[in-house]
């Protein structure tokens, strides 16, 4: 289609109106022109398609469709495949289903573990989010249907999201908030984005021409249409001109009136209304072209194939004396109202209707398994009867498996938690059941981390995340033995809330959110610091074993415009078939600027049979090295050595190798006499400059011979103290302390430097 073309022939009117939605779900058709309306539907883990009376809360009913694990949970199979066959399986329902876009992924840094919406999110680290969603968006896409990745950008609390301001510096948004989105948009090329409700540094993200235009269009390509979230829009104007293509849902009206008189009024340039309707058509043609009703929807093939993505998905976090897997012939109790009704999924807009739920009681029977509800989720209580029976079960037993986590109301969309622990009655429970058997296991269900008091009096922990619809049968798989826990952390479980980074500002003070931790999220945070925590990003068992073995680079030295091939050999050193994580960290030695210790470059997740062995090899770029240099407004690598470290968590790096990466950017030189004197001896261009008048400042500071100093003098001023002293001295410092030095030659010394 012409969009162009269709457009011109567009009033302004139909423009204006083109550029907010029909109603709850559809952008507008012009019938005049023949263009229809299409749909787009809240995902991301599979779809909230309303039929009746639509929300953006998940408050009214959607069709009956099929509940994927949340990314919560995807991105802890670090299986970027795995994230690709959800995205096609989403793809077709959509084409199925006539939709023209699914509202998804959410790939929000995950920086507090109170974030409401943190069952949405990847995680707290960007890498690991880019690449999970990158995959998400090739999935549906393949299928000829869109993605909207959301919430652009900063979005990282719930707390007051429509008004609060996430304020940061730039390097903070460079390498932390923006990653996940930059290499989608990148590589992915996503037909939407969805910008967030909150503000940015003062400005909302609905109107802010530096996050949706030259960010996001002019640096990153982006070339599809950006869509408000539901009711992010403030000034609808404002939002036109900075590159908010469509409004959602509508404003009845009113914004699109305001676009015409603005336009009237010579207050808008009536170009960018009419760029905003050819990108919304290119993709609703896109969509339309290519449509395809027919595709079958096989919702119980689709919920196997979720029962499958859930057991990749599961970390187990402790597994003493190797208490798991279970043996089938033996008798387990199995304990907590989750075990009969899994919680799997969070609240608010992504919530599905999923048209089956198989809870691990169902998916066990035929095991010797045993229940006792232990507490009621609805009441939010274990009643002394719920313990007793929970106790008697579990000493009947050889072992016992707690099902606990977090309710429905502890996590959701639209608000926050206020602490980071599980229910008082389900601690207790998980306390009594283990007094009463040693052989105790937790599985949880939680989309964010929890603290775990009772953690040394246990000996299994199996985390479940929020699943998908299938998440009992796939952690009967795990526990039992038929799957290998595979899944590790993309997150880091402190022991306790207050150890978080953002903890002190979190959610912040009225309307501005300072994200004062700055770039230390996570685990670069916990690493800095050398904190204990209670699981690190990246940890997770497995009932086999690997070893890690023969890191070798590439080269030795490269320049940041060549890249670094690492290889890593992993081998299955136990008895059963099991999948490695292999993850890699590059970490900046010496730095100028403040770093974290390591950060994730690259992972790779490989099956391997027992005694099998296998080569990873890892391509790192610039990138891997870089940091975001506020003063060119670029990435820059700072010359020098840089660590490689490899292994299985951020905890757990057996493996460690050093590469020098040279510059080939030189940054902006401007020497003034109040430049210092350490900064310019430390830029190898700059020093020799200096040193040809060393004789001359070394007159005052050294006391020579010839200046009369003695003997006890020389003893008491070193060279290396005067150098000391010096260098934090301004230039004018050291010039006005040496009389050698005259006023022509600093003139000239500057001229030089800065040549
Ligand atoms: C608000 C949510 O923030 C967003 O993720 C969702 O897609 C829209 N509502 C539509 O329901």
Redesign the pocket.
């Known amino acids: 289609m012409d969009v162009k073309a269709l457009v011109s022939q567009m009033t302004l009117e139909e423009k204006a109106g083109l550029c907010s939605g029909d109603d709850f779900w559809h952008t507008k058709a012009v019938e005049r022109l023949g263009i229809p309306r299409t749909m787009v539907s ?2 991301p883990h599979g779809l ?1 398609k309303q039929d009746e009376e639509g ?4 408050i009214n009913d959607s069709i009956k469709a099929v509940c994927y694990p949340t990314a919560s949970a995807t991105a802890a199979s670090f299986d970027p495949e795995m994230l690709r066959t959800m995205g096609e399986a989403i793809g077709d329902s959509c084409q199925h289903e006539k939709l023209s876009v699914v ?2 992924p ?1 790939v929000n840094i995950k920086r507090s573990p109170l974030c409401g ?1 943190n069952f ?1 999110y990847f995680s707290e680290d960007p890498y690991l989010a880019g690449r999970m969603a990158t995959a998400m968006i090739q999935g549906v896409q393949s299928r000829n249907v869109g993605t ?1 990745i ?2 652009f950008a900063m ?1 990282s609390q719930e707390h007051r ?1 429509m008004s609060s301001s996430s304020d940061a510096d730039e390097r903070t948004i460079r390498e932390i908030y923006f990653p996940a989105f930059e290499m989608a948009v990148r590589e992915a090329q996503p037909w939407t984005v ?1 910008c ?2 909150n503000r940015i540094n003062g400005v909302y993200a609905s109107e802010n021409p530096w996050l949706l235009t030259e960010v996001l269009r002019k640096e990153w390509g982006f070339e599809g249409y950006v869509m408000s ?3 992010a829009v403030s000034d609808r104007v404002a939002g036109v001109a900075a590159g908010l293509d469509l409004e ?1 849902p509508a404003s009845g009206g009113v914004n699109d009136r305001k676009i015409v008189e603005a336009v009237r009024a010579g207050k808008l340039d009536e170009k960018l209304v009419d760029q905003a309707c050819e990108r919304i058509l290119a993709i609703v043609y896109r969509y339309l072209e290519n449509a395809k009703p027919e595709t079958p929807w096989d919702k119980d093939a689709q919920h196997a194939q979720a029962a499958d993505m859930a057991a990749e998905c599961m970390v187990l976090l402790k597994n003493e004396d190797a208490l798991l897997p279970l043996d089938k012939e033996d008798e387990i109790a199995f304990i907590g109202e989750f075990a009969e009704k899994p919680r799997f999924q969070g609240g ?3 919530h599905i209707n999923a048209f089956k739920t198989t809870g691990a009681l169902e998916a066990a029977k035929g095991l010797k398994v045993t229940y006792a509800r232990g507490y009621s989720v609805e009441k939010d209580e274990a009643s002394d009867m719920d313990i007793a029976e929970a106790v008697t079960a579990a000493k009947k037993a050889k072992t016992a498996v707690v099902f606990a986590g977090l309710p429905d109301s502890y996590e959701s ?1 639209g608000y926050d938690r206020t602490h980071m622990r599980m229910p008082a009655c389900q601690n207790k429970l998980i306390e009594a059941v283990a007094e009463a058997n040693p052989n105790t296991v937790v599985v949880l269900h939680n989309g964010a981390p929890v603290e775990m008091p009772w953690i040394g009096k246990v000996k299994a922990v199996l985390e479940a995340y929020l699943g998908g619809q299938a998440v009992g049968e796939a952690a009967v798989r795990v526990l039992f033995g038929d799957v290998n826990p595979c899944g590790h952390l993309p997150e880091t479980f402190p022991l306790k809330l207050e150890d978080n980074p953002s903890y002190l500002f979190y959610s912040g003070e009225g309307n501005t959110a300072e994200y004062r931790e700055g770039i230390f999220v996570g685990y670069r945070y916990y690493d800095k610091k050398n904190m204990d925590v209670l699981f690190p990003f990246g940890h997770g068992l497995s009932y086999t074993t690997f070893e890690y073995s023969g890191l070798k680079l590439s080269a030795e030295k490269i320049r940041d415009t060549e890249t670094l091939t690492v290889s890593v050999t992993v081998k299955n050193t136990g008895s059963h078939a099991g999948k490695a994580v292999i993850q890699l960290y590059v970490g900046d030695r010496e730095s100028t600027p403040i770093r974290p210790v390591r950060e994730l470059k690259g992972f790779a997740k490989t099956a391997l049979q027992p005694g099998e062995s296998r080569e990873v090899a890892f391509i790192l770029d610039k990138r891997a090295f870089a940091y975001w240099n506020q003063e060119i407004h670029d990435w820059h690598v700072e010359t020098g050595v840089f660590t490689i470290e490899a292994g299985a968590s951020s905890r757990d790096l057996p493996l460690r190798a050093e590469v020098t990466v040279e510059s080939t950017a030189e940054l902006p030189r401007h020497y003034t006499l109040d430049s210092i004197f350490m900064d310019v001896m430390a830029d190898p261009k700059a020093a020799p400059v200096i040193r040809d008048y060393m004789k001359k400042i070394m007159k005052t500071f050294a006391p020579e011979e010839e200046q009369g100093g003695t003997e006890a003098a020389k003893e008491a001023i070193t060279e290396e103290m005067n150098m000391a002293m010096m260098q934090y001295m301004p230039l004018r410092g050291v010039f006005s302390f040496s009389d050698g030095v005259s006023a022509e030659d600093a003139e000239e010394m500057l001229k030089k430097l800065n040549n």
């Open positions: 809240d995902g909230r929300d953006h809360l998940g509202l998804g959410a919406r949405e909207s959301k919430h979005n999201r969805m967030s409700y979230d539901w009711g959602m608010g807009s992504s969309e």
